[in-house]
């Protein structure tokens, strides 16, 4: 299994928020780089960074943390969070990201989302699925969509998406468990769908289930954040290596 630890960041610092709260911000370093160099140096080889600041104002803002981020260390990197235009988009790839996860974007402009996955090919883009009671939610998770789950990735998945993100709002930041059966019923359904899971993640044991389910990947934040987990025997236990696809 892919181990993804996330970090967030409001003004240049690393927090975290609950359900996408943005009232419920909390400080967890105001270095964002050392804690990437850490996650490294643990062993870990991939980071999910969501630039919350560019989520809000739909336009990316904290470029300049990424771009520290991708230059101070060799992690693999995608990025997420205000990517709106191709300018935001070249910005992100010109300042290190290895992959971008569009979100917001792929709900109110699915043609150039599109256009951007036949450019740049399917390893370098991540369908953000944000989900809450069933429907996909947008621009930092404030606004509800008129689209379902299942359809909303189905329509991608047919056009050539590999890679999607899919984050239980309801459970993030809650330390109480993932969607588990969210995240199944996803893989029965698309079965070669590489898929990420987000949300909930409270301990070790979580991350073991979801492995168990057969899912590929897993991102997780407040968990290390509240040293809930061991990461030393978290990494023992599910060694990473540096290769930028999924396993087949």
Request: charged share 25%; with cysteine.
């Amino acid at each position: 299994m892919i181990l993804i630890p996330a970090i967030d960041i409001i003004e240049g610092r690393c927090v975290r928020l609950t359900k996408g709260d943005y009232a419920t911000e909390k400080v967890y370093s105001h270095d964002p780089v050392l804690v990437a160099q850490e996650m490294e140096m643990l062993g870990f080889r991939r980071l999910h960074v969501v630039d919350l600041d560019g989520a809000r104002s739909k336009h990316v803002v904290n470029i300049d943390v990424l771009r520290r981020i991708t230059s101070e260390t060799h992690l693999v990197v995608d990025f997420g969070g205000g990517i709106k235009t191709e300018d935001d988009l070249q910005r992100v790839f010109d300042a290190g990201a290895h992959m971008v996860t569009l979100g917001s974007i792929a709900v109110t402009d699915r043609e150039k989302v599109l256009s951007w996955l036949h450019e740049f090919g399917a390893d370098r883009i991540v369908l953000g699925a944000d989900v809450r009671d069933g429907f996909i939610r947008i621009n930092g998770w404030k606004e509800e969509s008129s689209l379902e789950l299942l359809p909303f990735l189905d329509g991608y998945l047919a056009e050539g998406v590999r890679h999607v993100l899919c984050t239980d709002i309801s459970r993030d930041g809650l330390l109480q468990g993932p969607s588990t059966e969210l995240y199944r019923t996803i893989m029965q359904a698309f079965p070669d769908c590489q898929l990420i899971a987000s949300g909930g993640v409270s301990g070790i044991d979580d991350i073991r289930t979801l492995d168990a389910a057969g899912i590929p990947a897993v991102v997780f934040g407040k968990a290390i954040y509240e040293a809930k987990i061991d990461l030393p025997s978290l990494i023992a236990e599910f060694p990473q290596d540096s290769t930028l696809n999924f396993k087949h």
